[in-house]
């Protein structure tokens, strides 16, 4: 029986020593997988935070792009309207020039547009009651002197050469059919004229003329406004 117990002890000991090495095995194998889950985690939770940071610095620089492109517009819009207002303000001068000046001012338009000299001009309903017939009378008296034969200074000075004077325009007028006439009609223009020579318009109303003129200009006239 002593051998036999002998034997059933080695062996015990023999399966606790294997057990006991199984076991070491075994924590070393969980060690080191628990080792290499955290490192991936790590890994994986490093790599997540990078991924967020680059995300949110790509986003950031959309967001910083779209802030100055939408500033830049804001600018531009800004400064179109205080351009506006600029070449308006200059509409609105024109238009309230005192009567004499606006005469002027009108006359000189007309004699440079017209070709023929037999054109019509029409005028806002305001500007034909107001200066039609005084742009018309001036315009046509420029035509006529620049086409009459000049008199000698000393005749033109007397009474009787003032009337010659005259007459010599009138007939001159008649025969070089020389007359622009005050159209019937009248344009919703702020100011300025329509002239018109058969099918043939020529717009000098002001807000035609401001608008041509932003457009030739415009680049200077905010190069003076918004100088820096």
């Not at 238009?95 to 029409?122: D, F, M, N």
């Not at 033109?156 to 003032?162: D, E, F, I, Q, T």
């Not at 004229?193 to 003329?209: K, P, R, S, W, Y």
């Amino acid at each position: 029986m002593e051998g036999i117990e002998k034997i059933t002890a080695k062996i015990a000991q023999d399966a606790q020593a294997e057990i006991n090495k199984l076991a070491a095995e075994t924590d070393e194998k969980v060690k080191a997988l628990q080792a290499n889950a955290e490192h991936q985690a790590q890994q994986e939770a490093n790599d997540i935070v990078e991924k967020g940071r680059m995300a949110a610095a790509e986003r950031l620089e959309r967001l910083s792009s779209a802030a100055q492109l939408e500033r830049r517009k804001l600018e531009l819009a800004a400064k179109q309207e205080v351009l506006g207002e600029a070449f308006d303000l200059a509409l609105e001068k024109l238009c309230s020039l005192p009567e004499q000046e606006y005469i002027g001012l009108l006359t000189k338009l007309a004699l440079e547009a017209s070709t023929s000299g037999r054109e019509q001009i029409i005028f806002s309903q305001k500007d034909r009651a107001r200066v039609g017939k005084q742009v018309v009378m001036a315009v046509n008296e420029a035509l006529v002197k620049d086409r009459a034969p000049s008199l000698p200074e000393e005749v033109s000075k007397s009474k009787v050469g003032a009337f010659v004077g005259k007459l010599v325009h009138n007939t001159t007028a008649v025969v070089t059919g020389t007359g622009l006439t005050l159209s019937e009609k009248t344009r919703d223009i702020r100011g300025g004229f329509i002239m018109v020579d058969g099918d043939v318009e020529i717009n000098c109303a002001f807000e035609t003329l401001v608008r041509l003129q932003r457009e030739q200009m415009e680049k200077k006239v905010a190069d003076a406004l918004f100088q820096s």
